[in-house]
């Protein structure tokens, strides 16, 4: 199945310079993905001069196969961070998340970037009584690392015969 990304976007690769000739930079990037561009765009912000490689399409393969949704929430995860590693650790995954959603949403107002950017509820939703409980110590994990979730009966999207949800929040400073 090919993501919405990949059938929709405009071929950059036709409107980037070939690299045919030496060209100077202070650092060359190989690989035009979310990863590479982001490089890219942060070295060049510190006056470095970049240039980036890529021999496919630019963010083409796995950055364009994403869902495009940037979010802390990742499925049932927290309570498994906290119980294999520890609550600190499940904090600063959290915490570098919410600063990943920062970022970019700074990015987008700065270079004043046209998109459809907007914050959203997250779901992770179960059509299993023997799921409830997971949610709802997921939701434990959460508030135990100072982030934002809720234990909701009904959400607001058509999804059909689901029991419960876990629901982390946008955050309220937005």
Not at 9 to 22: C, D, G, H, P, V
Not at 62 to 86: E, M, P, R
Not at 98 to 122: G, L, M, P, T, V
Not at 144 to 157: H, M, P, T, Y
Request: aromatic share 8%.
């Amino acid at each position: 199945m090919e993501s919405l990304w990949t059938k929709t976007q405009k071929n950059i690769l036709e409107e980037s310079k070939r690299l045919n000739e030496t060209e100077e930079c202070d650092v060359c990037i190989i690989g035009a993905g979310i990863t590479g561009i982001s490089t890219a765009y942060y070295l060049s912000k510190a006056g470095k001069k970049v240039i980036v490689l890529e021999r496919d399409k630019i963010a083409y393969k796995t950055t364009g196969n994403t869902t495009a949704k940037i979010t802390s929430q990742h499925g049932l995860f927290y309570k498994y961070l906290i119980d294999n590693f520890s609550k600190e650790y499940a904090e600063k995954y959290y915490n570098a998340n919410q600063e990943a959603i920062e970022n970019i949403s700074k990015i987008i107002e700065e270079e004043n970037i046209k998109c459809d950017f907007e914050r959203q509820d997250a779901y992770v939703f179960t059509r299993s009584e023997e799921e409830i409980n997971k949610i709802k110590d997921e939701v434990q994990a959460v508030k135990e690392i100072n982030g934002e979730a809720e234990f909701v009966e009904n959400i607001e999207i058509p999804v059909k015969n689901i029991l419960r949800s876990n629901k982390i929040s946008k955050p309220s400073n937005v």
